[in-house]
């Protein structure tokens, strides 16, 4: 299996993408890109799926790459987007990113559907929270996305396209210890049978 990790960290980079490359690596090869050299039309050719990094970006702000966020609206390989690779998959089909209190903290999270993501554990998981920004519940419908997960401090902590293989953590699952593996070696499950057209 082959994943190709999408990397939205533009200043200091190399030692951020390290945790991302660790949780990949558990469970497939991977090569890393830079969002600012993604566009529609993308050669994916060889890659079974997609995982796209954190950033200290605000979408609030415009602060994302616009062909990256078209590149987005085209994927139909398996992608899991952590942080604001989750808030750009969101933003990418219509719902709105909107500021609010930096939460940096381990957080309790509820896990509303289990597969594929969470399957295997408990309906309570704790994980590793840094944001300011978070995906506006009231959107996911008209986004397309179902709601896999919330929390006390944030109403849409995972997501999954109802009709695409693209699902999105605003939790850290590449700070979160071993809850963090478990979700990644669910997606990679997932992808490695994922049927393409």
Not at 14 to 23: S, T
Not at 83 to 101: E, K, N, P, T, W
Not at 152 to 162: K, M, P, Q, R
Request: proline share 5%; charged share 25%; with cysteine.
């Amino acid at each position: 299996m082959r994943t190709l990790i999408i990397n939205s960290y533009h200043a200091d980079w190399k030692p951020k993408i390290e945790a991302f490359k660790a949780l990949v690596a558990q469970c497939s090869e991977y090569e890393v890109v830079d969002d600012i050299d993604v566009y529609p039309g993308y050669d994916l050719t060889g890659f079974n799926a997609l995982v796209l990094s954190g950033s200290p970006n605000l979408l609030s702000k415009n602060e994302y790459v616009p062909r990256y966020l078209q590149f987005l609206k085209t994927l139909k390989l398996p992608c899991l987007g952590i942080c604001y690779g989750h808030q750009m998959l969101a933003h990418a089909f219509g719902a709105r990113v909107i500021s609010g209190d930096l939460i940096q903290r381990d957080e309790t999270v509820r896990v509303i559907e289990t597969l594929p993501l969470f399957h295997g554990l408990p309906p309570e998981i704790m994980v590793r929270e840094s944001h300011r920004e978070h995906v506006v519940l009231e959107d996911l419908d008209r986004a397309g996305f179902d709601l896999l997960a919330n929390s006390s401090s944030c109403a849409v902590e995972a997501i999954h396209h109802v009709e695409r293989p693209l699902f999105g953590t605003q939790f850290h699952i590449e700070r979160s210890g071993i809850i963090g593996q478990e979700i990644m070696a669910n997606f990679c499950r997932f992808a490695r049978e994922y049927k393409r057209d």
